[in-house]
């Protein structure tokens, strides 16, 4: 059967926000208030900053406003694998902070435990399942690639195991398995939708005042402190932390340093018993291949397969616009490559398919700032590993902010900035030509050509 017919009942929305028990939202800001804390964003990023603020220190006065709802951008719409790392892998930290990755994975590791934590502490009901993740090869030269894999994660204490072909077929049934790595304890799958409302509770609870439907649209400094406009209002704050990550900051200087990219996923109708049989999956870890263009997938609590990645979509301009949520010649592409993965479950169907716009840098990681003398911090850049990052980004944002020195604000990473994407339209041809090499490279065993290689010396992030 043409896998395009899958796809003849699918609902054109997030699976995660297509919830009846979706929170009602928040008034709107109208007039102005009064604040020590300003935190603008409500997504993980502004929702960790804030109840961790409260939690530091539960008297301080935190605003939170968010331009449409919690959660409705990529902190509610994406994969729900949580993810120690906070260097987007072990490969892309050594190349990175090689003196430092081993604090980088205790502290991320640290920092995922803090998660599961919290979801324990304020009762989140968000299908948290601490198990792990598979890293698979799917060609032949990726199995050398996951044994270094395997290798660098026992020299730097995260554990694992290698697995054979048998090994990763005896997991998971797949014809296209060569062998795998099995990270056990660095990555939980999770509702993230959930856990994004979830935290706006606790936040309520904690005495965080959240305005919805209030997007910031101008930063300026007021005597001591600063000033954030609103449509119909402004908050006047002692110090505010930015929270937007792929959206334009207010920081304008800070533009350059990210580009909104487009990903893509479906979701399948619940499997019955025979299908999961025929699949096996019994342990339920998040699995990712280990191609350029790769493609990231889960089980969902009940059952059904989130299916995401491969394309990554960057649009000229740079532009975040509902229109580029949907791509049905993307939602093609990801249907064949699921039945080649699962032969066994043609005639499944698949009832939501998505995209969104996720942050990208060029270290492929996360990125800290502060302006305004000090009132204003940043965190951007997650490129897609934000789900578990974000939270270790709003320690730092509260770090800064308080003037500290802590070991987190003494980091290389956290110290300096990655190199800004150059002005249109070399960056949209820069990008375009990098995604085609990336596919080349894909398709010739691995092997980058002059154009990948250039960027490798130069330390840009096109890795992966």
């Known amino acids: 059967m043409d896998p395009v017919h899958s796809l003849r009942d699918v609902k054109p929305t997030p699976f995660w926000l297509d919830d009846p028990g979706r929170p009602e939202a928040q008034p709107a800001l109208v007039g102005d208030a009064q604040c020590e804390l300003l935190v603008v964003g ?4 502004g929702l960790w900053t804030a109840l961790i603020a409260k939690e530091r220190e539960p008297g301080l006065d935190v605003v939170l406003v968010e331009g449409k709802e919690i959660g409705w951008a990529a902190s509610g719409r994406n994969g729900g694998f949580c993810a120690a790392s906070l260097t987007h892998g072990l490969g892309n930290g050594l190349e ?5 990755l081993a604090q980088l994975e205790r502290l991320g590791l640290d920092n995922l435990q803090a998660i599961e934590d919290a979801v324990t502490k304020y009762g989140i009901d968000c299908d948290w399942e601490r198990t792990g993740e598979l890293d698979v090869a799917t ?14 994660a026992g020299q730097y204490g995260t554990g694992g195991e290698f697995l054979d072909t048998d090994g990763i077929r005896a997991q ?10 099995w990270d056990k304890e660095g990555v939980a799958m999770v509702n993230p939708a959930k856990l994004a409302w979830g935290l706006k509770q606790a936040c309520l609870d904690a005495g965080v005042r959240i305005f919805e439907h209030t997007p910031a649209t101008d930063l300026a400094e007021s005597g001591t402190g ?11 704050a002692r110090k505010v932390a930015l929270g937007t990550n ?10 350059p340093y990210t580009v909104p990219v487009y990903d893509y996923a479906l979701m399948t109708e619940p499997l019955n018993d025979e299908q999961l049989a025929a699949i096996g999956w019994q342990g339920r870890q998040g699995i990712g291949d280990s191609a350029n263009q790769f493609h990231y997938y889960r089980m969902s609590a009940d059952n059904r397969i989130l299916w995401g990645g491969y394309d990554a979509i960057y649009n000229f301009g740079g532009h975040v616009r ?5 791509r049905p010649a993307t939602y093609r592409t990801l249907a064949q490559h699921f039945f080649t993965t699962f032969p066994q479950l043609e005639g499944l169907r698949f009832t939501h398919a998505w995209g969104g716009a996720i942050d990208t840098c060029t270290r492929f990681s996360a990125f800290f700032e502060t302006a305004y003398k000090g009132k204003v911090a940043i965190a951007a850049g997650y490129t897609g590993l934000g789900v578990g990052a974000t939270r270790f980004g709003a320690e730092v944002m509260l770090d800064l902010l308080a003037g500290e020195r802590t070991e987190r604000t003494q980091l290389e990473m956290v110290r300096k900035m990655p190199l800004p994407f150059p002005p249109e339209p070399v960056r949209w041809a820069g990008i375009g030509i990098t995604k085609w090499s990336l596919d080349r ?9 002059l154009w990948l290689r250039t960027l490798d010396r130069f330390g840009l992030g096109f890795d992966s």
């Open 226 to 236: 600063m000033a954030v406009k609103t449509p119909y209002g402004r908050v006047f």
């Open 96 to 100: 990175r902070w090689p003196n430092e």
């Open 441 to 449: 490279a894909d398709r010739n065993e691995g092997r980058r050509n």
């Open 322 to 326: 509902a229109e580029y949520d949907q």
């Open 172 to 181: 998971v049934n797949s014809p296209t398995y060569l062998a795998a790595f």
């Open 139 to 152: 060609e032949p030269h990726q199995v050398e690639w996951i044994r270094e894999l395997a290798d660098l």
């Open 246 to 255: 792929v959206f334009p900051s207010l920081v304008k200087r800070l533009r």
């Open 42 to 45: 409500g997504g993980y990023s």
